[in-house]
Nanobody, 121 residues
Framework: QVQLRESGGGAVQAGDSLTLSCEAS????????MAWFRQAPGKEQEFLAA?????HYADSVKGRFTISRDNAKNTVYLQMNSLKPEDTAVYYC?????????????????WGQGTQVTVSS
């Protein structure tokens, strides 16, 4: 059973940068695609970025957010630059065994508990 733990959220101002981390335990990390999603109050869950053998980004964050993973540390990161108030949300990391639809939340079997990011104008 894979367990995920996010960290690095906080309150920032528009234009600031923030890096989130997600540490995984259990399972073989390299066998899993890792992704970041977010959910703002009253909004649907939104795919942001993922890494399997490739890198995937949502159009909404492409060019501002960067996903990376360190298999030796069982950790995936999300570097967020030029943050906007509309980026305010709870950010979740998720894992699926490689082979599923990379952008589909329902394909992910394991989820962290989330970390809050609040961006003020």
């Amino acid at each position: 059973q894979v367990q995920l733990r996010e960290s690095g959220g906080g309150a920032v101002q528009a234009g600031d940068s923030l890096t989130l981390s997600c540490e995984a335990s259990g399972g073989t990390f390299s066998n899993y695609a890792m992704a970041w999603f977010r959910q703002a109050p009253g909004k649907e869950q939104e795919f942001l970025a993922a890494r399997d053998l490739h890198t995937h980004y949502a159009d909404s964050v492409k060019g501002r957010f960067t996903i990376s993973r360190d298999n030796a540390k069982n950790t995936v990161y999300l570097q967020m630059n030029s943050l906007k108030p509309e980026d305010t949300a709870v950010y979740y990391c998720a894992a699926q065994y490689i082979g599923g639809i990379i952008r589909a939340a329902e394909e992910y079997d394991y989820w962290g508990q989330g970390t809050q990011v609040t961006v003020s104008s």
